[in-house]
């Protein structure tokens, strides 16, 4: 991603920082907290973990950071083939092409394909499903409106979801019910998908709209800093924003709660927020006062971030029975921390593969 030809490499540090949490690391902190369940051990464990229902923990970013780095690349990728000149129906192969592709994947990782048992497989049931709708609705508000009328669509979005699932009324149950066993978004799957709904209380169909909210945060970050201002005033842009949808967030929370398994308008803002406020400071650290090499196991990662994905969804259980063919013997020394370094150890495995494909460029591009 480069713009007036300078590479902006704190969003390729910020999708690898993003991509490393998922590479093992919630496992390795329960691990370690079985080992030894201490203040630190049992605070990484919490962190790692999604919140039940209402409110947000540290792992409840990654999933919408990963949609709005999505969006951060669209002014640099999508927007700037149309400024090349290639006809919107090229680029509208492309993104059906990407999205199809994405979709794919996401039933191979979490829709129980290779099952190949249709009892068994779950139609929309993935983050990377996720973006692909996400990526889809914010390509096509960004390809046909200006700035003023993109900024507008979120607007709608985010409202269209709210009154929804405030004033349309679930059956037999009324308007206004979100609780994990029922809530608009998940009558709707469950009426859609029917056995094919994926059992969890995740939501799907209704939170594309917010899944192009997130995505669409993304793009306008991505206009701050695909931007002539000064390196300094996009920090400051990006700053402002994060916190501005924080507090928003915080003041929607206490009538349209903070819940990241149905996407809510005020999870988009919160943790949209949050994804400003980080974008910020890696542009800071990384592009304004170059401190750069500490960024390299993180570029790695984020420069295969789907293969990373994919990777720690189908095999990253195997990779620490693996690294425990080695690992093993160290048993009669660590006792009980023993199975938190063999997951540790696939951890540097999957780091392994991905730095492998890194130094012979190989890299799953969709």
């Known amino acids: 991603m480069s713009t007036q030809s300078n590479r902006i490499l704190s969003v390729d540090a ?33 962190q790692m973990d999604h919140v039940e229902w209402t409110g947000f923990h540290f792992y409840d970013i990654i999933m919408p950071l990963f949609l709005f780095i999505v969006g951060v690349a669209m002014p640099f990728s999508v927007l700037k083939r149309l400024e090349k000149g290639d006809s919107k129906k090229e680029i509208y192969l492309h993104i059906i092409k990407r999205v199809i592709l994405l979709w794919i994947l996401g039933m191979m990782v979490q ?6 048992d249709i009892h068994q497989i779950k139609f929309y049931s993935n983050t ?16 046909n409106m ?10 709608v979005l985010l409202l ?34 029917g056995s094919f709904q994926n059992g969890t209380t995740y939501s799907w169909i209704l939170s594309s709209l917010n899944f192009a909210g997130t995505t669409m945060l993304g793009v306008f970050a991505g206009y701050f800093l695909k931007s002539n201002d000064k390196e300094m005033k996009k920090f400051w ?31 988009v803002l919160f943790s949209g927020g949050i994804c400003f406020v980080l974008m910020a400071v890696f542009y800071l650290i990384v592009d304004v006062w170059k401190f750069q090499k500490w960024t390299f196991p993180f570029i790695v990662i984020g420069s295969n971030a789907i293969l990373a994905y994919l990777i720690s969804h189908l095999t990253g259980w195997r990779m620490g029975a693996l690294a425990n063919i080695v690992l093993g013997g160290f048993k009669q020394w660590t006792g009980a921390w023993q199975p938190a370094i063999e997951i540790a150890g696939g951890v540097v ?6 730095l492998y494909c890194y130094r012979k460029k190989i890299f799953l591009k969709i």
């Open 160 to 193: 269209v979801y709210w009154l929804c699932v405030a004033l349309i009324p679930i059956p037999g149950q009324g308007a206004g019910i979100m609780t994990p066993q029922m809530n608009l978004c998940i009558y709707i799957d469950r009426s859609v998908f």
């Open 237 to 267: 842009k990006l700053l402002i924003t994060g916190l501005a949808l924080f507090g928003v967030s915080l003041i929607w929370h206490q009538s349209h709660p903070i819940v990241k398994h149905i996407w809510t308008s005020s999870f």
């Open 14 to 46: 910020l999708r690898g920082f993003d991509m490393f949490w998922i590479l093992g690391i919630d496992a390795l902190a329960n691990k370690m907290y079985d080992a030894s369940a201490n203040p630190f051990t049992t605070f990484f464990k919490t």
């Open 128 to 143: 990377l499903q996720a973006i692909a709708s996400g990526y889809l609705i914010t390509s096509m508000i960004i390809l």
């Open 111 to 116: 829709g129980n394909l290779f099952t190949y």
């Open 146 to 155: 200006k700035k003023i009328g993109q900024i507008v669509s979120v607007a």
């Open 349 to 354: 495995l999957i780091y392994g593969v991905l």
